[in-house]
């Protein structure tokens, strides 16, 4: 069976808040952050509408005490931020976090500050590169044990997760820090924008006339240990991660597959491992990006796995954009706090029922009771990964 | 626990070299400050429209996937694949689109989508028709070793049997051109000097591919068994040796176990002297000692290729001799562990102990 894994620290900063009880606060107050584009200048007109972190460079690097000429990628910089608050509320000792495992993820890395030194020369060295964010972290956090970076697009940071959630249950490793950072920046911008995936307008998740999505950032770290460590320890156990899968669609480079195999796969896994029947799914944090693609993908892959028993379900996307890479790590604090909080964060901007989905999102903040949430997350090249966070206090 | 073996493995790199088993014939080097492979036959590998969308990174990787998972290999139940840039030309190709685009200018997203790293994990998924786990591990200078640990922990604990774990990176010019900026490239000037002991600062840049099958079942065709992997981003202990003799504690070895080393060093007389308290110990007087950067150049995921030449010689007991560095003092060393270990300008530490299974 292997240890039970607690989460004992979380640190978040998002287009809701900078911290933990900020975008607590804006998820319970439904106060969506999603504004045209302001912190640097695209060659999209007019500025696309994005979920962006209010603080500029200029105030994160400050806060972390960097001179203003040095040269510091804002994913690393939002990185900082929420690894610092995972690491305060886990309270670990420096020798701990000194021992932890760094699994982190990123999409774009430094890619900000890369597209911006044309001719690429006056740069420097790897800042396009995702695992120079991660070292940028160890050096900052003096943390000198096994790293790595995850890159599997928009579900990496997911899987940062799902191989933390191995490592403290097969015991190799006392504690595990991971999540993920990914910053806007003009090459996603572009990029999104170049497969037609954008929304002029709000997102609308799960609603018939969704027109695509809208890109955001932000960065969620969540430190991991064993249930009986935490507990020995004293801590405060926010969550279990009970069970974490991923498949793959083999399907398409981009596009999920129609008979959403793969996130059929990943949920039907997750749950084997949780040892849970599908009946026992509270909520569901969807992926629920607002393509016509994945939306319809994820509909199926619930009616594979629920049947006409859909539990609650809600994308949070609509207060928060795609956060990609970071947006599995962002998602499972934000079911993290479903659980502490006992409550259903709605899907926003729902209006018009899917034509082959009987059941609506959740549109309006609900208290329910919550035993299990589960979050998937999805990324190009058909990777599907569900996570499944049970209440601490069962 | 499991046991860790090599089931299959292919390269892209050919060894000129009569002493170690030939691989493909596709290496060139051009002799400069870079070297290139040159591409195998894509022909006949993908159908046509889905080759002419799809990067020559991505179509190397399913090439070498190609070549190990046959009939007979064991059953594939995930996708591992480490890289420090992915298709690193295709991500320059978008940035210069966009960059030299009028606003709202439509481009064409294949770029974008195929700089995405873990495009390489989902074309082989297609390729193979694959629903496994798939992750993409992208770790600068310890993608392989970070990769490779993973894959390793979870088949020690059985959670998989068996793993494709393909290791990748290709030669990019904008990458090389800020590298040689910085002066991390060997100047042109010095390109002729003695690999080793070289004189002269900087490195040879390159690129290079391997995929292997990774299971914990020891079978008919299995080449090797893993014993360790183990990397740092920063090292604590005073050297490169003091750090493997302590890691080779765990295992009750010690260096004079040791039969044939790898070591990494890349012509950088600035760094490749991290390396003397391996490569001048006493310990080591009955080991041979290879260096493999002259063949394959440095890049991310480089330390690959001296898994491959060490899995070789475990396989054939031959050592490639213009490889060599220092002989075995011993007449007729029988080859049983293999070390090999890295770092990349002072940092990025890793040592991996590959040991004969006869």
């Not at chain 1, 607590?24 to 962006?52: C, D, M, Y």
């Not at chain 1, 949920?267 to 994945?294: E, F, M, R, V």
């Amino acid at each position: 069976m292997g240890n039970r894994v607690a989460v004992t620290g979380v640190g978040i900063i998002s287009s809701l808040g900078t911290n933990l009880s900020h975008n607590w606060l804006s998820l319970k107050n439904t106060s969506p952050k999603i504004q045209p584009l302001k912190h640097f200048k695209s060659n999209l007109e007019p500025a696309p509408l994005v979920g962006e972190v209010s603080l500029s460079n200029t105030q994160l690097k400050t806060e972390f005490k960097f001179p203003q000429n040095q040269e510091i990628s804002r994913t690393t910089l939002l990185a900082l931020k929420a690894v610092q608050e995972a690491l305060d509320m886990s309270n670990l000792t420096p020798y701990q976090t000194t021992q932890a495992a760094f699994i982190s993820a990123t999409s774009v890395g430094g890619m900000d500050i890369h597209e911006k030194s044309l001719p690429y020369l006056n740069t420097e060295v790897n800042f396009r590169y995702p695992g120079s964010n991660s070292f940028n972290l160890l050096d900052y956090f003096n943390i000198n044990n096994d790293l790595t970076t995850i890159c599997t697009a928009c579900s990496s940071s997911a899987n940062s997760i799902l191989m933390g959630y191995e490592y403290i249950k097969y015991n190799q490793f006392k504690t595990v820090i991971v999540g993920g950072s990914d910053a806007l920046c003009n090459f996603t911008l572009n990029g999104f924008n170049a497969l037609m995936l954008v929304s002029k307008e709000l997102c609308m998740p799960f609603d018939a006339n969704r027109t695509g999505l809208n890109l955001g950032e932000g960065a969620a770290y969540l430190v991991l240990e064993s249930y009986e460590d935490a507990i020995i320890q004293q801590k405060t156990i926010l969550a279990e991660i009970v069970g974490a899968a991923n498949a793959n669609d083999a399907y398409h480079p981009t596009a999920s597959a129609p008979n959403a195999e793969g996130a059929t796969l990943s949920i039907k896994n997750a749950l084997q491992l949780a040892h849970i029947n599908p009946s026992n799914i509270d909520y569901i944090n969807c992926h629920g990006t607002a393509t016509p693609n994945n939306d319809q993908t994820e509909a199926e892959a619930l009616k594979n796995i629920f049947g006409d028993k859909i539990p609650k379900f809600s994308s949070t996307k609509a207060f928060t954009g795609h956060c990609l890479a970071a947006a599995g790590a962002i998602e499972a604090v934000f079911s993290i706090l479903a659980l502490q909080n006992q409550v259903v964060f709605p899907n926003l901007n729902f209006k018009t029922p899917m034509p082959n989905l009987q059941q609506n999102p959740v549109s309006t903040l609900t208290h329910t009771p919550l035993q299990y949430v589960l979050s998937n997350s999805y990324g190009f090249g058909g990777n599907c990964t569900s996570l499944i966070f049970k209440a601490a206090h069962v | 626990m499991s046991k860790i073996y090599i089931a299959e493995m292919a390269s892209l790199v050919s060894f000129h070299t009569n002493n170690i088993k030939k691989t493909r014939p596709h290496a060139a080097s051009d002799n400069s400050q870079k070297i290139i492979l040159k591409n195998p036959d894509f022909a006949g590998l993908l159908p046509a429209n889905l080759s002419r969308r799809t990067s020559t990174i991505i179509k190397r990787a399913i090439y070498l996937t190609n070549q190990i998972v046959k009939t007979n290999a064991p059953e594939i139940q995930a996708i591992h694949i480490a890289t420090g840039g992915g298709s690193q030309d295709e991500s320059t190709k978008f940035l210069e689109n966009f960059a030299q685009s009028l606003p709202n200018a439509i481009l064409s997203p294949q770029p974008f989508f195929l700089s995405i790293q873990n495009a390489i994990a989902g074309h082989i998924a297609m390729f193979l028709n694959l629903k496994v786990p798939n992750f993409t591990f992208c770790q600068n200078n310890l993608s392989f070793e970070s990769a490779l640990k993973y894959t390793f922990f979870k088949l020690q604990n059985n959670l998989i049997q068996s793993c494709l774990f393909v290791s990748i990176d290709e030669f990019n010019q904008e990458n090389f051109n800020i590298m040689n900026a910085h002066q991390f490239i060997k100047n042109i000037t010095d390109i002729n000097d003695t690999f080793y002991p070289s004189k002269s600062p900087g490195h040879i840049a390159g690129e290079g591919g391997e995929a292997y099958i990774l299971t914990n079942q020891l079978t008919q065709n299995t080449i090797a068994e893993i014993l360790t992997i183990e990397f740092k981003y920063k090292l604590t202990e005073i050297n490169i040796k003091d750090f493997i003799i302590k890691e080779l504690s765990k295992y009750q070895l010690a260096l004079k176990d040791m039969d044939l080393i790898l070591c990494g060093l890349n012509s950088d007389c600035l760094y490749d002297n991290m390396y003397d308290s391996v490569v001048h110990s006493p310990d080591l007087d009955n080991a041979t000692i290879l260096q493999y950067k002259s063949l394959c150049g440095e890049y991310f995921t480089a330390q690959s290729t001296g898994f491959y030449i060490g899995l070789n010689a475990l396989q054939t007991q031959m050592i490639p001799e213009e490889l060599v560095i220092k002989k075995s003092l011993s007449p007729n060393p029988k080859i049983n562990y293999v070390l090999l270990c890295n770092q990349f300008r002072g940092a990025e530490f890793s040592f991996i102990v590959l040991k004969s299974i006869t």
